[in-house]
């Protein structure tokens, strides 16, 4: 249709060629045209040199798709027609460590960067191992890509078109998918708290029927994904994805009994969990923080002779190290609610149990539980302002909280006639309670004339 040149005529015209430039701009979303100049170049350098010897190989999987979709890659998988021994004659004068070769898979290292090399999978269905029966049974579609310099992206199970609708979806039968490994019941949560897609109906209903089999998995794998989901930026929805699959009765029955709890000071029909979930999303994604929340409330459930050993018990039995153990044990020992942050010496009395290195960690988890408190947005901030700046001033300070912050020490002590044993460490711990009040009489002709004061007071 032909337009006079008429003001509206020029608006039309400008309006059209805007919706032309937005459609652009939308396709310009996804890298559709990877280049050799987009892809790392140790992988690049070892699918040239497998292709070069012969052997047919390809970048392959999520950092494909996060090529498309423009964001970050850091893990660069390989896919070959190679067998590991082929791989490991073919980079003999590189590093290669078997580790998973039984699974044909070896890892390649360029520049002290570690590259895993698979060989296609075996199938029954295929006499020969070959590029689309590897991929035929790979975990998602938006995983499912491949890329080589010759024929660039290649998409046989319409990833791209997941990537635009934002659906995780199994390749071809996701049933069979999870039988394979059924870690992708956790993986697919994962990429959808991670990506904020949405899992496909028939790979939910997949998941949810086949959940004993998370049982299968080790620990170890399942607290690498358990734990990512609980990083991401949509934890809570995870969460609750993993409860209403019926999978976390199977990683955190302590964490599922949350769900039939109810309390007063929580929001109208908000459980234990739902409360749970969102102290820890509010929180930054912190391991150790957002950890502690879970078990600070499944502590609180939990029956009086447990409670000492219940998140030693659930931390174990999900392979968390002990440097995570010990962290959390000290941030769930304290009463968060209890903890006042609104005078400096509460603070001090605090960090003489906790440690000032641990100081910032908790108050961070109480801040959290003032903002999903019932209380009026104005007082929660009041509370919030004004416990931070004693916070702030405390770290600033660096009070005396400790023995070892004590301006004498036990060898003054034995100097001035005290005898070594259970009664000088009293006096020592006596002490630190009267600098932790008033930090300021810290100094060592001080605390020794507060000594002789005391004993002339005695007799």
Not at 50 to 71: H, K, P, Q, T, W
Not at 174 to 186: A, N, S, T, W, Y
Not at 376 to 389: D, L, M, P, Y
Not at 425 to 446: A, H, Q, S, W
């Amino acid at each position: 249709m032909q337009y006079a040149p008429t003001m509206i005529g020029r608006l039309i015209d400008r309006l059209n060629k805007g919706f032309i430039m937005i459609k652009k701009e939308k396709n310009q979303k996804f890298n559709l045209k990877i280049k050799s100049k987009d892809v790392d170049p140790g992988a690049l350098f070892i699918i040239n040199r497998l292709n070069d010897s012969g052997y047919e190989a390809f970048v392959v999987g999520g950092c494909i798709r996060n090529l498309i979709m423009g964001e970050e890659t850091r893990d660069w998988d390989i896919n070959t027609k190679a067998t590991p021994e082929d791989i490991s004659e073919v980079f003999k004068d590189y590093k290669v460590i078997p580790v998973g070769k039984k699974f044909g898979t070896v890892t390649v290292v360029i520049n002290h960067i570690n590259y895993e090399v698979s060989t296609f999978k075996k199938n029954k269905s295929a006499p020969t191992p070959n590029l689309f029966e590897d991929l035929r049974h790979r975990d998602f579609t938006i995983n499912a890509f491949v890329w080589r310099e010759r024929e660039g992206t290649i998409d046989y199970f319409n990833g791209l078109g997941d990537i635009k609708q934002k659906i995780i979806r199994g390749v071809e039968d996701p049933k069979e998918r999870i039988k394979e490994d059924p870690l992708r019941m956790l993986r697919a949560i994962r990429l959808a708290c991670e990506l904020d897609f949405k899992i496909d109906k028939a790979t939910l209903q997949a998941i949810e029927r086949n959940g004993p089999l998370i049982k299968k998995v080790s620990p170890e794998r399942i607290r690498d994904e358990f734990a990512k989901i609980l990083l991401s930026n949509y934890s809570r929805r995870g969460f609750k994805l993993l409860y209403r699959l019926g999978l976390l009765r199977f990683i955190m029955p302590e964490l599922q009994k949350c769900a039939g709890i109810y309390r007063e000071n929580f929001r109208e029909g908000e459980s234990l969990l739902e409360h749970t979930l969102d102290i820890a999303g509010s929180l930054p994604p912190d391991l150790n923080l957002r950890l502690s929340v879970l078990l600070y409330n499944i502590k609180s459930i939990s029956r009086l002779d447990e409670k000492k050993e219940i998140i030693i018990k659930v931390l174990r039995r999900t392979s968390f190290k002990n440097a995570v153990i010990k962290k959390i044990i000290m941030l769930t020992r304290e009463n968060w609610q209890a903890i006042d942050f609104s005078k400096k010496i509460n603070i001090r009395q605090l960090v003489s149990r906790i440690g000032m290195e641990n100081l910032e960690d908790i108050w961070k988890l109480k801040k959290a539980l003032i903002r999903e408190s019932r209380n009026s947005e104005g007082f929660k901030s009041v509370e919030i302002e004004r416990a931070e700046n004693n916070v702030r001033k405390t770290l600033q300070e660096k009070p005396p909280v400790s023995l070892k912050d004590l301006a004498v020490n036990g060898k003054d002590l034995f100097e001035l006639g005290y005898k070594e044993g259970k009664e000088l460490g009293e006096i020592l711990k006596k002490l630190l309670e009267i600098i932790i009040d008033r930090p300021e009489l810290n100094k060592k002709k001080i605390l020794i004339k507060l000594l002789i004061e005391d004993e002339e007071n005695d007799r």
